[in-house]
């Protein structure tokens, strides 16, 4: 597996300090247990033959510093084109996951965060109870990658499996590379943590895992999509729901707001950023050449649009419809 080990290692090395500008008390060894204080929010429409639900977790804080070659003057001329603002040196994020009701099926793309990282988040399991659907009743989870703003809701407080009857389908490259403790060993011992919670949320399903080899179906309507960079193994999903399509791009982008006008800008989360940017544009301009209907992890609650070409970068239009009208 072929990574650029120094720029993950680097990357986790300063996210904690810049995470520390956002979060209460400025704790990267995850919140205490019950911190969760979002209140669910959700939005659902029919595509096709599917029923959708966006899940809103919650809020991240993006501290400045964790942008790779972060421009003062590039993003206050990019943010004042908009209506995002900065506080405290942070854009606020979203977490969204994903419910998808397809022939009698129901499945999960991505879980949010759950108690594992503070206050403001936490909220897809009440967005779930909202929309008047009960956890063991997810027949299918699927995960873009495994870090905790996506797979933290796989587990209750205790441990156990949230979704009890479920299959976890995540790529192998993802799951082998957060398994590999070659890796985890050049990992400074204050961040091992981001390798321990992963294999944490992802060790109740070991008994009901299904892990995709490249591209093609990863569940009955979805093709996975190779989107390396953000993680080795991060993966994208082609919905088809009878002749309607949606992309679901995982982390593709982090700010809405910068990313589009500068898709070069990385985070210090991705794990090989050259790839990041590379994928990145390679996925924004087949999106805009074909029209699609995407809908990404951090976009703007209810997080669904398209792309469009501007010069050498693009912009985001909201879908009109996702509001009801």
């Known amino acids: 597996m072929t990574i650029n080990r120094r720029a993950f290692l680097g990357g986790l090395v300063a996210a904690p300090a810049a995470m520390a500008t956002g979060f ?12 969760v204080t979002a209140s669910p929010v959700i939005h659902a429409f029919t595509l096709g033959d599917a029923r959708i639900t966006v899940l809103l977790d919650g809020h ?3 501290g400045t510093q964790l942008f790779n070659g972060y421009d003062a003057a590039k993003a206050e001329t990019v ?13 606020q994020i979203p977490v969204n996951g994903y419910l998808v009701e397809r022939g009698g099926k129901k499945l999960l793309i991505d879980t949010g965060t759950a108690q594992l990282m503070g206050p403001g988040l936490g909220a897809l399991g009440a967005g779930l109870a909202a929309a008047g659907v009960a956890p063991e009743s997810i027949d299918t989870v699927l995960l873009t990658h495994i870090h905790p703003d996506h797979s933290g809701g796989l587990i209750t407080p205790d441990g156990a499996a ?3 009857s479920a299959e976890l389908v995540v790529a192998q490259r993802e799951w082998d590379f957060w398994h590999d403790d070659a890796i985890m060993a050049g990992v400074p011992q204050s961040n091992r943590g981001f390798f321990e919670m992963a294999r944490r949320t992802v060790a109740p399903y070991a008994d009901r895992l299904r892990l995709l080899q490249g591209e093609g179906e990863a569940a009955p309507g979805f093709t996975a999509l190779e989107l390396p960079g953000h993680t080795p193994g991060h993966t994208g999903f082609m919905l088809d729901a009878g002749g309607e399509g949606l992309l679901f791009w995982g982390d593709l982008i982090h700010s809405a707001a910068l990313q589009f006008a500068l898709p070069e800008w990385t985070i210090a989360f991705d794990t090989d950023p050259a790839q990041t940017a590379q994928t990145r544009r390679r996925m924004m301009d087949r999106a805009a050449a074909d029209n699609l209907l995407v809908t990404g992890a951090h976009l703007d609650f209810p997080a669904l649009g398209r792309v469009l070409r501007q010069g050498d970068a693009f912009a985001y ?3 009109p419809w996702q509001f009801g009208i």
């Open 162 to 164: 949230a979704f009890a």
């Open 24 to 35: 209460a008390g400025g704790s990267w060894a995850w919140a205490a247990e019950g911190a």
């Open 60 to 62: 991240l804080p993006l």
């Open 317 to 319: 239009q909201a879908a």
């Open 79 to 91: 943010l004042a084109q908009g209506l995002h603002r900065l506080q405290n040196d942070a854009l």
